[in-house]
């Protein structure tokens, strides 16, 4: 109470300010208010944003009316077009004051609607129509609009069928005294502009301008056989389609003339000019074009040439300048140079699979010299590459050129996809090669600079349905890009597809579930075997049936979650995304490895990027999709999916095996292949034999003596519980196969495997601990098997053997190491002794000399394992000899450098083994192309002999890698080892060299390294 009382007089005191203060005035407030947008169109999202000072509340009224704060930022959509006022009215002690925005909300464009620009500069209030029946008047019943400030029109027809007609009509723009041209100012005089239409220019992209224009000779041409206008009604007849062939066939006259070679014939050059002369055609200009048609004409021959060859047809690419060098050529002025461009549209004939396709090459924006010098446009005194080219090619044009681009599409009137449920319609294959330059190429040399780009993709799109319901698109795209290489030729293209499919839900307009396959090695990617990378180099003899029909059957939900992760290969993985109203809300990222898959919830993002892992991160975006009340069951499953039977990754790329010589150690490195059909890892040991007597060793005394053993590396699952039935095989020979009269040993018994979170807080770093159990008093089958007899005992497991397994942070492989469970005791081969008595005794099994291949088998039980290389792994087998007198290799372990970076490759051999002086030699062979693999000027050895002085058991080359501007993700080199002159055994005859990209090597929203 007596702080109270303190309090109040305190306040008492200050409010009486000494006893002569004044009050203080109170402010009034302000507010103000904006929008991220100032026109969308209906139903796009904009959001406003609003903040006030000295103001106790706020409200919204106008066109929106909410409960809302004294600031922060709403979204909006609107249903219907007009312009929309939003006001904010804020009061406070001091008063109130008001703010408003205005955004206008545009009709939505449709598959019925003419879009375009008008230009001469862009003209702002041109009336805009489409010339139904080509008298060039505005007639009653013709579609109109007016040009907005942008020189931007919008027709709507809302009618397919009258807008197939009116596509092959003109488009006129009137522009009146005091239309506005954004370069020009008020226009004083009118004028119009003509597009004889839209299907004759080529293009979708409407422009009319003074250079269209030149082409309404050809619709007067068209029409001389008609002795009176058409009305509007008859403009979309008979009589009005004739006429739009002859415009047509006309403009296909005209256009070597008018737009290749600028509107002057051979006889224009050879008439008196000087004595006639007018504003297009004069002796400058004549000289000017005179000396340039030799080169164009040359370019001409060059880029037809190529193409004819290619095609086995015969094809005119149509080179020409530029119209906007009209300008420049008729405007009484000398110059040096004038920009080229070209394009041409052609179509081929249908290859063997039926496939024909519409290439298209389009060129812009390099130059070329009254000497015929080719340039790109922005040379300078310091940047002078491709700024002065005399070989006139189209490969020095596609890279002179600002924009450059060489692309087909592909089609196929008679291929049935109906048996996957793809209508033709919705079928999309594209291959495109595009190089550009930006920004006026400024420092485009410097790394990560995107100013010149060089860009190959391959593109296959359609929609089918197997879901009831729901609608899915397919996009398989092998897009590639390269930087910093003005000749683009020269870019490495490493290709890392994504296959994305988007289920759309039939009943929720903006709402899907989306699944992107992305493909790390196209080389062995599980998810198909017949993705296509470069349809450029290979157009004329493509058929993507096959891949389109592999593609459209594969799994496309949360539902199918262990289905995919089965498929998946290396590095391989699928990132799902939630869509809610058309914009991302969270994603799932999933691999072959449980522990790593990551939710991400994209909706908080940016006040929180926090992401969880494994188990938590299945549940939550579970959680989250089946919260949408748009999904069903057959799109997120009955439950939560768990990770159902991968037990953990092995962390390293070798294991060591251990044998001994005496009381020596001596560690034997054994580098696995994989074989993805049948997801087994094979740790066959090559160069090395086991010490007979050592095994014999082990059979006697069990593991107190010298046993033989492995190292072996591991990362545990941190969620999944199970007991997984284990199958141990140990078969005579080099495989698993068996012969007339072989032996084999198997094992089967039930492990408990129990899992769990480390202590490590930061999520992805978390560490994680299993126990893997064999419980008292379970039972073990031990057999026997020759000559289709079997021996076969149930042996009641008297004590439990269990050990527990652990890692330590990411890239700590002591902590990763699995030790030695203190109850082995030897019990694997003290339980093929209860069967031995039968056969000799098991030390008769081993005798010198002899071949032998265990087998693990997990996949019985459905478990598996992740190999170091992301690999799902159902079966370990592994082959090794047994001598009494052993023998070692010489070895070498893989490695992984950075671009720019200098590493000691070294190669080794144990102390009890041959140390006689030996040499060999490293040599490098291209492998693993289209996928990962690297190139010989990747890297750098220091030398490419390794020799071995008189008891020496280690020696290292320097290999170097070389920082280039390819964007290569992590690519491999692969060095073969000869024969040792000595003649001693090799662990392996090639080692792989991972080169990670300066630019960046993982692809991932947030990879894990386990």
Not at 69 to 94: F, H, M, N, V
Request: net charge negative; proline share 3%; with cysteine.
């Amino acid at each position: 109470m007596r702080n109270i009382r303190l309090v109040i007089l305190t306040l008492l005191i200050a409010s009486c300010g000494g006893g002569g203060g004044s009050v203080p005035t109170t402010p009034p407030p302000s507010v103000t208010i904006s929008a991220s947008e100032s026109s969308v169109f209906v139903d796009d999202e904009f959001s406003l944003t609003w903040s006030s000072t000295d103001a106790l509340s706020c409200s919204a009224s106008g066109d929106w009316s909410s409960s809302i704060g004294t600031s922060g930022t709403q979204s909006l959509s609107e249903p219907d077009a007009g312009d929309k006022i939003y006001t904010i009215t804020c009061s406070g002690a001091g008063g109130s004051d008001s703010d408003s925005v205005t955004v206008t909300i545009n009709a939505p464009v449709s598959s019925s609607a003419f879009t375009g620009y008008a230009i001469d500069g862009y003209i702002s209030g041109a009336n805009i129509f489409i010339d139904q029946n080509y008298n060039f008047k505005n007639d009653s019943g013709e579609f109109t609009a007016v040009t907005d400030s942008n020189g931007e029109f919008l027709i709507e027809t809302n009618d397919d069928v009258l807008f197939e007609c009116l596509k092959n009509r003109p488009i006129v723009a009137d522009v009146p005294v005091g239309a506005v041209d954004s370069t020009a100012g008020d226009v004083t005089q009118a004028y119009q502009m003509i597009l004889p239409s839209i299907v004759d220019a080529g293009t979708d992209s409407i422009i009319i301008s003074p250079f269209t224009s030149l082409f309404s000779q050809a619709i007067l041409s068209a029409k001389n056989e008609i002795t009176e206008d058409l009305t509007v009604s008859e403009g979309c007849g008979s009589e009005g389609s004739s006429i739009a062939q002859k415009v047509t066939a006309r403009i296909t006259e005209l256009k070597d003339s008018i737009q290749s070679n600028f509107g002057i014939s051979y006889q224009d050059l050879l008439s008196d000019f000087v004595l006639n002369a007018s504003d297009q055609v004069n002796e400058l200009a004549a000289q000017n074009i005179a000396s340039l048609l030799p080169y164009l004409q040359t370019i001409d021959n060059q880029v037809s040439e190529g193409l004819s060859t290619k095609f086995g047809k015969e094809i005119r690419a149509n080179v020409s300048l530029s119209e906007s060098s009209l300008g420049i050529i008729f405007g009484g002025s000398s110059y040096d140079k004038l920009p080229l461009d070209f394009s041409s549209i052609y179509r081929t004939e249908a290859n063997d699979f039926g496939w024909y396709q519409e290439e298209r090459l389009e060129a812009s924006g390099a130059f070329i010299s009254n000497s015929g010098v080719l340039s790109r446009a922005d040379c300078s005194e310091t940047d002078t590459e491709l700024c002065s080219i005399t070989e006139l090619s189209l490969k020095n044009i596609s890279n002179a050129s600002t924009s450059y681009q060489q692309s087909s599409d592909f089609f196929n009137s008679g291929i049935d996809f109906s048996d996957i449920n793809v209508t033709s319609g919705t079928l999309y294959v594209n291959a495109r090669d595009s190089r550009a330059w930006r920004n006026n190429s400024a420092n485009w040399r410097d790394k990560n600079n995107r100013d010149r780009e060089c860009q190959t993709d391959n593109q296959i799109r359609f929609q089918n349905s197997l879901i009831s319901g729901t609608r899915t698109e397919f996009e398989y795209s092998s897009y590639s890009q390269g930087y910093q290489k003005a000749d683009c030729d020269t870019v490495r293209h490493y290709y890392f597809p994504i296959l994305r499919t988007r289920t759309h839900i039939d009943s929720s307009a903006g709402t899907s579930l989306e699944m992107d396959y992305y493909i790390h090695d196209i080389n062995r990617s599980g998810i198909s075997e017949n993705l296509p990378y470069d349809f450029i180099s290979n157009r004329v003899n493509i058929d993507p049936s096959g891949v389109i029909k592999e593609i459209a059957a594969l799994p496309r939900t949360l539902a199918d979650l262990d289905e995919i992760r089965r498929m998946l290969n290396g590095g391989d993985y699928v990132l799902y995304v939630y869509h809610k109203e058309a914009g991302p809300s969270a994603y799932f990222e999933v691999g072959t490895n449980p522990r790593n898959d990551m939710f991400f919830d994209y909706s908080l993002y940016p006040d929180s990027d926090v992401k969880v892992y494994g188990q938590d991160a299945r549940v939550a975006f579970y959680n989250r999709i089946k919260g949408e009340s748009a999904f069903t069951s057959s799109i997120y499953g009955d439950s939560a999916p768990v990770n159902p039977g991968v037990l953990g990754r092995i962390s390293n790329s070798l294991v060591e095996v251990i044998d001994y010589s005496g009381s020596d150690r001596i560690k034997i490195p054994v580098y696995p292949t994989y074989d993805a059909s049948s997801k087994t890892l094979d740790f066959s040991i090559n160069g090395a034999s086991l010490d007979l007597e050592n095994i014999h060793s082990f059979i006697e005394n069990g593991i107190n003596g010298t046993p033989v053993s492995a190292h072996l590396w591991y990362n545990p699952d941190d969620s999944i519980s199970a007991t997984v039935p284990v199958k141990l095989y140990l078969y005579k020979g080099s495989d698993t196969n068996l012969d007339a009269g072989e032996g084999y040993f198997s094992i089967e018994f039930d492990l408990t495997v129990a899992s769990e979170e480390g202590g490590e807080e930061n999520p992805n770093q978390r560490t994680a601990t299993q126990t893997w159990e064999v419980p008292a008093d379970s039972t073990i089958i031990v057999k026997y098997t020759e000559d289709t007899v079997t021996l076969s005992k149930n042996i009641s497991n008297s004590d439990v053997d269990k050990i527990v397994l652990s890692d330590g942070t990411i890239n700590d492989l002591d902590g990763a190491l699995i030790g030695q469970p203190s109850t082995l005791n030897a019990k694997i081969l003290s339980l093929i002794t209860e069967v031995s008595s039968s056969i000799d005794g098991i030390k008769g099994f081993f005798t010198g000399g002899g071949t032998y291949t265990m087998k693990v088998d997990l996949a019985s039980g459905g478990h598996s394992l992740v190999g170091y290389y992301r690999n799902t792994i159902d079966y370990i087998t592994g082959t090794f000899t047994v001598e009494s007198t052993p023998t070692y290799p010489i070895s070498v372990n893989d490695m992984r450098i950075h671009e720019g970076s200098t590493e000691n490759l070294c190669f080794f051999r144990p102390s009890q083994g041959n140390l006689d002086a030996t040499s060999f030699s490293l040599s490098f062979t291209q492998r693993e192309r289209p996928g990962k693999g690297a190139f010989a000027d990747d890297f750098l050895l220091s030398s490419s002999i390794v020799s071995f002085a008189v008891d020496e058991v280690e020696k290292c080359v320097q290999i170097t890698a070389s920082e280039d501007t390819h964007f290569d993700w992590v690519h491999d080199a692969y060095i073969d080892i000869s024969s040792p002159s000595s003649g001693q055994a090799l662990s392996r005859s090639r080692v792989k060299i991972s080169i990670l990209d300066s630019y960046g090597y993982q692809n991932r929203i947030s990879f894990k390294e386990r």
